[in-house]
């Protein structure tokens, strides 16, 4: 302390940390976990690097993120290399950050990673997005290159298999810059040249693929603008990139996947003895329904024919049994049936006739019975018996009931009781003795 | 009948056999499409042993429109 103070003035300072900083921090790989990520609308990156203890603050600016492929989130571990600089308006320090690597897996993968996790999200792996692939298209789109072994291996295919196919090649570059574009650009074209094909004429089925190389080689397959195009194809899609161990975003949005460009044309081109079974297989199906047709044709024949003939035997039955009623009624009313009736309906008349006869003979006799009573009472013989008498003029044997008629000299006969007398009139005279 | 597709014809027949199999046609009309049926595996037949390839490249001519241009094979092989 000999009373010599030397002050700095705060620059002096901080330039002064800046320098050593930068001395011994200039270029480092620092590691840690992301936190606290804010991107600026600007563009650059702000967030903290840290550790269990400690705490680094970091920027990543625009012109370095646009180079960064996967997406910076919190949480996540990461491998930096930058430089260490000082704030010197805040007097903070921050790492300002030229590369950065996700710890442990590549960049490339974690992008890919942290792309399958977005479009899964969005819906665009949904197993209801997927359409089926038409068996025996006619046309079918093919994007690749034009010199790649992706079409080799379809035209192979399509040699051997079943030719009668049409396929519209849209080439593309399926590698380095600007193949993600071009692909997604001829995904694109070969639905918007569909659109104006008329009906009959439209690509059915699209392969989009190219042969197996690697990972790096294949990327294009697995870009957000790739993915997007064949999400967006109104054309069915059939991924076929590389070789099968090699699932790329393309495989997971297409409508199916093939693990090389040759199994996707045998899906769409089928063998041509499959076929063959095929046409066999409805010729034989064709002949038998017609065969079961013409028999059923024959049997409702038969049926036909013996219902016919059975409705006709009912018919004739029951004509015969109505017939066969009306004769019985017939007979029934036969007149000859009726005449014994009659005949004994008479014999009854006449027993009735006989009987009432005799009661009515036996009446008369008994009323006879009285007037003979009454009759004898009445018999002049009774009468003469009385003493009264009864004189016959002679000879006429004329009752005579007066004294007119007698003459002297006339003949009478006079019946008594018991015997007459015959005499001659000696007299005539009017009653009470006068002279007639 | 000889230029029809082999798809077309296949999607016919089917269409015949289907029909013919639910049974509810008359004699005359089975006999017809039994028929129809018959020339239709035919042509199929022959689609299939005489099927001839067609590869064309997608281009767009200067007006911008779409073009299909035949693919030189002898570059791809």
New interface residues.
């Given amino acids: 302390m000999n009373g010599e103070r030397h002050i700095f003035s705060v620059t002096e300072i901080t330039q002064g940390i800046k320098l050593l900083l930068s001395r011994q921090y200039g270029s480092v790989w620092v590691e840690g976990e992301v936190s606290n990520f804010r991107p600026s609308s600007s563009g650059h990156w702000y967030f903290s690097l840290k550790d269990e203890s400690s705490v680094l603050s970091g920027v990543i600016f625009s012109r370095a993120a646009r180079d960064v492929p996967f997406k910076l989130e919190d949480g996540l571990k990461v491998v930096c290399f930058g430089s260490v600089d000082v704030y010197a308006p805040r007097g903070s320090y921050q790492l300002i950050i030229e590369r950065i690597e996700p710890k442990g897996v590549g960049a490339l993968q974690l992008a890919l990673e942290q792309l399958k996790v977005k479009l899964e999200k969005e819906g665009l792996f949904a197993p209801e997005h997927k359409r089926d692939i038409p ?4 046309r079918i ?1 093919v994007v690749t290159s ?2 790649g072994a992706a ?2 291996d379809i ?1 192979k295919v ?2 051997r298999r ?10 593309v570059k399926v590698q380095g810059d600007g193949a993600k574009e071009e692909i997604a650009n ?1 995904i694109r ?2 639905n ?2 569909n659109d ?1 094909c008329s009906r009959g004429d439209r690509i059915e089925v699209l392969i989009v693929g190219r042969g197996g190389g690697s990972i790096e080689d294949l990327w294009a397959f697995n870009e957000e603008a790739v993915a997007r195009a064949i999400y967006a194809s109104k054309i069915p899609v059939i991924s076929a990139v590389g070789h099968e161990r090699d699932v790329t975003i393309s495989d997971l949005v297409a409508d199916r996947r093939a693990a090389t460009p040759s199994v996707a044309a045998e899906i769409v081109i089928p063998r ?1 003895e499959d ?2 079974g ?2 066999r297989d ?2 034989m ?3 038998n ?2 065969e ?3 028999a ?2 024959a049997q409702r024949r038969a049926d036909a024919l013996g219902r016919l003939k059975t409705g006709m035997e009912h018919i004739w039955q029951l004509n015969r049994q109505s017939c066969e009623s009306m004769s019985q009624k017939l007979l029934r009313a036969n007149p000859a049936l009726v005449i014994p009736e009659y005949i004994e309906k008479m014999r009854e008349y006449a027993r009735q006739i006989a009987v009432r006869a005799e009661h009515c003979i036996a009446l008369k006799e008994s009323r006879f019975g009285g007037v003979v009573e009454k009759m004898a009472s009445l018999n002049p013989l009774n009468i003469l018996s009385r003493g009264y008498s009864v004189t016959y003029l002679l000879p006429q044997e004329k009752i005579m009931k007066s004294a007119v008629g007698a003459k002297q000299g006339s003949s009478i006969r006079t019946r008594l009781s018991n015997g007459g007398l015959i005499s001659t009139v000696t007299e005539v005279y009017g009653d009470g003795g006068d002279q007639v | 009948m000889a230029e029809i ?3 077309d014809a ?1 999607k016919k ?2 269409k ?2 289907e029909e ?2 639910q ?1 509810d ?1 008359s ?1 005359d009309e ?2 017809k499409k ?1 028929q129809e ?2 020339e239709l ?1 035919r042509a ?2 022959a ?2 042993e005489n ?8 281009a ?1 001519n200067k007006k911008g429109d ?1 073009e ?1 241009k035949p ?1 030189d ?1 002898d ?3």
């Fill in positions: 068996y025996l298209p006619g789109g034009a010199t079409i080799k035209l399509l040699e079943f030719k009668d196919v049409h396929i519209i090649l849209s080439p001829a074209e070969l918007e040249y104006a041509k076929l063959r095929q046409v409805l010729a199906r064709m002949a329904s017609f079961g047709l013409y059923d044709a | 597709r082999f798809e296949l027949l089917e015949i056999v013919l199999e049974g046609l004699l089975a006999l039994y049926g018959i595996s199929c037949t689609r299939l099927a001839k390839k067609k590869i064309d490249v997608l767009k779409f299909l693919l094979e570059n791809v092989s």
